[in-house]
């Protein structure tokens, strides 16, 4: 990953987290692997055994930055509990949050945005192409 090559390079700690800790079945298993592609996502006991994995990579390294790449499967409430550790956490995402294809983005990632510090995304936005605005 150039991403993690770059800032080693420049000197900081970087520790990574596997998309699969926890969720190897969703690689081996027929059967799991259905479930994800006709629901669009994971069991909610999968998914909250890969992030409490990773809230517990989180607090033992006590890093000052999390970055999630895309966040498919990372609530808001899950950002919170991470930023409580003393991280600021970033989402960087290669798709579209508001695109018309469901692989790009879930819901509970859409409902997750407001709860980052920062978010990078390298496409712009159908939402944004829009004229919508947004109201707080």
């Not at 859409?110 to 510090?117: K, L, V």
Request: hydrophobic content about 40%; overall charge positive; glycine content about 6%.
């Amino acid at each position: 990953m150039v991403l993690r090559e770059t800032l080693r390079d420049m000197g900081h700690q970087v520790w990574c987290f596997s998309d699969f800790s926890g969720l190897k079945q969703y690689k081996h298993s027929l059967v799991h692997r259905a479930y994800r592609k006709l629901t669009g996502r994971l069991r909610e006991a999968d998914r909250r055994r890969h992030i409490a994995l990773l809230k517990n990579d989180v607090a033992s390294c006590k890093p000052g930055l999390v970055i999630i790449l895309k966040g498919l499967h990372v609530a808001g409430a899950d950002i919170a509990e991470i930023k409580a550790v003393g991280a600021w956490v970033c989402i960087i995402n290669h798709d579209d949050f508001f695109s018309a294809n469901p692989n790009n983005w879930s819901t509970l990632q859409r409902h997750a945005i407001p709860a980052y510090n920062f978010i990078f995304t390298t496409r712009e936005s159908t939402w944004l192409r829009s004229g919508l605005s947004i109201r707080t």
